[in-house]
């Protein structure tokens, strides 16, 4: 069936943003004549900023007062979609949003009672899958054949000029190996390494390679930020709290090696070029694992609770299998190929 206008309910976290855009784009190639619009909170909307597959983006805020609800509901009604696909997995919300926006076909997965609200319930595969072929799951039975799989996010000209001139107010030199470390996770501490390793690698990279080391994270990751500084006995680049996303991605983009938790950054890292180590504890790399393969490397000690996927966990019995050597010996992959290079 062709539809002419079609909304997609996009979701609420900086990882799942990524990982749904294999499926915008699989949906562009099904459908290449009908416009694609995509609702997403305002905290996400900058990674899709540029995107091709999309022909409209609609923001909103996350939580909205009643009379916002009513404006949104009003203004989806006005635009009369034909088909409206519900990324996110469980939420009641979107479901009924689009009910009362009256767009005639609702597709999206099966969960309780929630599927009175859709004309097209899809069951969730059996067993373990990574998040971006549950979201292609939901393309797939609208009949559209998948092919390309890639994760995107759009490089962005003034993002790029804003690096470049911050590397160079924060003493930089061309050719030194930059090194990116995110040491958050907005899910819980049980998916944090701990910082007084992040601080002895940091100190080690900056010892062994010569290199700057930037640390990342929004504004509430600095307190812990601060305890990997205040360990450590070099001076590292601080821009917690200080980049867009588009700036994110772009200075993931000048680092030689970035290595980050399971978390929002380490999939906007797998956009780049960029080789990454990702660390993974309570969460199960293989469903939130960096999508892009080449270059990467992923560090995950699973033990006989693992994975538990805890916000919170007092033995963190996974984290503490991982070790400074560990992630070092991972490193020294990438960084003496770059020494090499630079020779």
Known sequence: MEYKKI????????????????ALSTLRSGFPK????????????????????????ITCRRKRSLKEKIELIRTLREKKFDLGIIMQSTSYEPAILLSLARIP?????SHSLRNLFLTEVVKRSKGTQHEVDFFLGLIKALGVEIEGKEVFMAEDREARGWVGN???????????????IFSGAYFGPAKRWFPERYATLADRLIKNYRARVVLFGEKNDLPLVQKIIDKMTANPINVVGKTSLKQ?????????????????????????????????GSSDPQKTGPWRKKDCSIIYKKVPCSPCFRRKCRSLAC??????EDVLRAAKTYLSRECQSNQ
Request: hydrophobic share 45%.
């Open 105 to 109: 076909e609702r597709v999206g997965y």
């Open 34 to 57: 009908a416009k694609i619009s995509l609702l997403v909170p305002e905290k996400v909307a900058e990674i899709y900023q540029g995107n091709p597959d999309i022909d409209e983006l």
């Open 248 to 280: 994110l991605r772009a200075l993931i983009e000048r680092c030689h090696l970035f290595i980050t938790n399971d978390s929002g950054p380490l999939q906007i890292a797998s956009t780049t070029k960029t080789p990454i180590i990702a660390l993974f």
């Open 319 to 324: 984290f503490k299998a991982i070790t400074v």
């Open 166 to 180: 911050f590397l160079i107010e924060n003493g930089y030199k061309e050719g030194d190996p930059l090194i990116g």
């Open 7 to 22: 909304l997609v309910k996009g979701v609420n976290w900086v990882g799942d943003a990524i990982f749904i855009t294999p």
